[in-house]
C-alpha cells in the first residue's frame, strides 16, 4: 500500500484565506472537531485534517470562487475522489467553497449539505464535470472513473459553503467566553497570522512523494496543530508568548526571588511546562479559557493588584476546573497574562 504525493501547489493570497477558514471550520465547527490534532497542508490536498494518533483523517479541498456551477464544482471534486480511489483509507472528504450558483441546491439556505440537497439536473453535471476532470489527470486511472465509483464517492462527500468574516472564524475558538475576545483588528491579526503561517508550510515541494501510512506525513513538517493554533489566539490576546522560555515575567520576579536559587530555575521551568499542559489540554478546552477570562477580568478590574492578590480574588472552582495548574505554575500564569495586558495599555 502506498500513496503518491501530486498536484501539489502554492495558492495565491484570496486562495489561502479560504483554506485557512477551512481549517478554522474543521477546528470549530463539526460535531467531531475534537477529535482533530493535526492540520496537514497541501500533501494529501488542500488541507487534511488528521487525529492525535494518525488512524482518522478529514480532507478538504478549497474553492474560493463565489459562483460555481455544477460543473465547476464537480472538476473541484477531482483531488478528493483521487483520494476516495487510494490505498489510504479517509474517513470524511469535504469540498469547501465561496459559494454555489443558484442552479445547485434544493435547500438555499443549507450551508453545510450532502449530494441529498443538490438538484437532479445540477447533480448530472456536477458528475460530468467530475468525470470529465478526472480523465484528464495522469494521477487518477481511467478505469476507475466510472458511474460506480463517482456515484459512492457522492454519496461520503459534504459541502461547506463560507459564510463567515475571517473575524468570526477566530471568535469561535473562543466564543463561549466573551470578556477576552478582542477587538475586530485582533481578531483579523490572528486569522492574518494563521494564514501567513498555513501558507509558509508550503515553501518546499513534496510532489512525487511516495508514502507507505498517513502518519509519515509527519516527517515533511507541513502541518499545523490544534494547540498551535490556540497558543496564536491567546500570544495575541495577551501581546505576549506565555510559554517563552529564559524569560522571568517582571509581576513574577518577587516570586521567582523568593525560591531557593538552587533550584530556582527548574522550578520555572515546571511552571513553563505546566502552563503548556495546560493550554495544550483539550479535555480541559473550555476550563482553560475561563480560568483565563476570569483573571482577566480581575486584572482589568483591578489594574493594580499584585499576583498575590489576583489568586486570592480567583474563585477556588475556576480554579480547580483547570486541572493541570498547582498554586506555583497558576501564578506564573496570572503574571503572564498581568505584564502582558498591563504592557499593551
Keep these: 500500500m502506498s500513496y503518491v504525493v501530486s498536484a501539489s501547489e502554492k495558492t495565491k493570497k484570496s486562495g489561502a ?8 471550520y474543521l ?8 477529535e482533530i490534532h493535526y492540520f496537514v497542508v497541501d500533501f494529501f490536498n488542500d488541507l487534511t485534517g488528521m487525529d492525535r494518533y494518525a488512524d482518522k483523517l478529514w480532507d ?14 464537480g472538476k473541484e471534486l477531482v483531488t478528493l475522489f483521487k483520494n476516495f480511489l487510494s490505498d489510504l483509507t479517509f474517513n470524511n472528504y469535504i469540498l469547501f467553497l465561496g459559494g454555489v450558483s443558484s442552479t445547485v441546491r ?16 445540477a447533480l448530472n453535471k456536477l458528475k460530468s464535470g467530475l468525470k470529465e476532470e478526472s480523465k484528464k489527470k495522469t494521477y487518477i486511472n481511467n478505469k476507475y472513473v466510472t458511474d460506480e465509483k463517482i456515484d459512492n464517492f457522492l454519496k461520503s462527500v459534504v459541502f461547506v459553503i463560507d459564510d463567515k468574516k475571517p473575524s468570526e472564524y477566530i471568535k469561535l475558538i473562543i466564543q463561549n467566553h466573551p470578556n477576552i475576545i478582542p477587538n475586530e483588528e485582533i481578531l483579523e491579526a490572528i486569522f492574518n497570522e494563521i494564514r501567513n503561517v498555513q501558507s509558509g508550510l508550503k515553501n518546499t515541494s513534496v510532489e512525487g512523494v511516495i508514502i507507505q501510512t498517513a502518519d509519515e506525513v509527519l516527517r515533511y513538517c507541513r502541518h ?8 496564536m489566539v491567546l500570544n495575541r490576546i495577551i501581546n505576549r508568548n506565555p510559554v517563552e522560555k529564559n524569560s522571568i515575567p517582571p509581576s513574577f520576579a518577587d516570586i521567582y526571588a523568593s525560591w531557593v536559587p538552587e533550584k530556582n530555575r527548574e522550578m ?10 495546560a493550554l495544550f489540554n483539550k479535555n480541559a478546552a473550555n476550563e482553560f479559557w475561563n480560568l483565563f477570562e476570569n483573571i482577566y477580568s480581575i486584572i482589568i478590574k483591578h489594574p493594580t493588584y499584585s499576583v498575590n492578590d489576583i ?7 475556576v480554579k480547580s476546573g483547570s486541572p493541570d495548574f498547582d498554586v506555583l505554575s497558576l501564578k506564573y500564569f496570572i503574571s503572564v497574562i498581568k505584564d502582558g495586558i498591563q504592557n499593551d495599555n
Design 268 to 277: 520555572l521551568d515546571d511552571c513553563v511546562q505546566t502552563l503548556c499542559k
Design 27 to 34: 477546528m470549530n465547527l463539526r460535531t467531531d472537531s475534537n
Design 311 to 317: 489568586y486570592q480574588s480567583l474563585d477556588s472552582h
Design 224 to 231: 499545523l496543530t490544534n494547540s498551535e493554533i490556540k497558543l
Design 60 to 73: 478538504v479541498q478549497s474553492k474560493g470562487a463565489k459562483n460555481n456551477s455544477p460543473n465547476a464544482i
Design 106 to 121: 434544493k435547500d438555499n439556505n443549507l450551508t453545510i449539505f450532502n449530494i441529498e440537497n443538490v438538484k437532479l439536473d
Design 17 to 24: 484565506e479560504y483554506e485557512t477558514k477551512a481549517l478554522l
